[in-house]
């Protein structure tokens, strides 16, 4: 495991955030209802890798289905930075940030790995059969 610590944030700056991330051990994309229609891309972490440093009263959330898990995102610029929650098929509590709203360069965005996930169907061990356009 390579962690590095990550500075990052949302456009217009008013939510910022450090995280400690090993891009190259994988990152995902899901089919599931919410991150197709935001073309979310994740990268899942443990609470004590995350630490906000600024916005959290600029941020809102949003829970929907089973409610286990926030969506955060800032209510100026409307960008999702992280999300977190419980989930115990996930190992408990977890923060999942937004790789793109983390300051990376073009090179180490490139070469994370994805790994794709099929949550439309609740199948989350398997790849969805069509994934080009998550």
């Known amino acids: 495991m390579t962690l ?30 919410i991150c197709r229609k935001t073309r979310a891309w994740g990268v899942l972490l443990k609470p004590d890798q995350f630490r906000l440093l600024a916005g959290d009263d600029q941020m809102t959330d949003y829970r929907f289905n089973s409610k286990q898990g926030r969506n955060r995102f800032c209510k100026i610029c409307g960008v999702r930075t992280h999300g977190d929650g419980h989930v115990a098929e996930l190992g408990g509590d977890f923060v999942s940030i937004s790789v793109v709203t983390l300051d990376a360069t073009d090179e180490e965005l490139a070469g994370a790995p994805i790994m794709y996930q099929n949550g439309r169907d609740n199948d989350w061990m398997h790849e969805p059969s069509i994934k080009s356009y998550l």
């Not at 610590?5 to 190259?24: F, I, M, R, S, W």
Request: aromatic share 6%; with cysteine; net charge neutral.
């Open 4 to 33: 590095k610590t990550y500075q990052g944030g949302c456009h217009c700056g008013a939510v910022k955030y450090e995280a400690d991330v090993d891009l190259t051990a994988g990152t995902g994309r899901c089919n599931c209802s």
